[in-house]
């Protein structure tokens, strides 16, 4: 059974750094992309990082990029996002997916979801 299970999720300050982490059963992570995406309050889901099956190949939307960073580690079964510079924009509960398609589809189709952890940025 596909299996996602995320991590590390927490109330931070503008400004601070969390790591998540997103753990995977039932398969071995060269098999589907793994992508993070996140859902704000009201507004529409969105990608935020991607890392191809290969593990060659990452992707970022433009409002992460240069503050996430997507790894992951094969012998952990898992693929984390380190996220520096929080601000109250990335506020949003954040998933981790298998995907069915390339990272770099402009529309993803899954073959799993986590049931997400919340990440709230605030003074």
């Known amino acids: 059974q596909v299996q996602l299970v995320e991590s590390g999720g927490g109330l931070v300050q503008p400004g601070d750094s969390l790591r998540l982490s997103c753990v995977v059963s039932g398969f071995t992570l060269d098999t589907y992309p793994i992508a993070w995406l996140r859902q704000a309050p009201g507004k529409e889901r969105e990608g935020v990082s991607c890392i191809s099956a290969s593990g060659m190949g990452t992707f970022y939307n433009g409002a992460v990029r240069g503050r996430f960073k997507i790894s992951r580690d094969n012998s952990k079964n898992s693929v984390d996002l380190q996220m520096n510079n929080l601000n109250a924009e990335d506020t949003a509960v954040y998933y981790c997916?298998?995907?069915?398609?390339?990272?770099?589809?402009?529309?993803?189709?899954?073959?799993?979801w986590g049931q997400g952890t919340q990440v709230t940025v605030s003074t």
């Open positions: 997916a298998a995907l069915k398609t390339p990272c770099d589809r402009d529309v993803y189709e899954y073959e799993a």
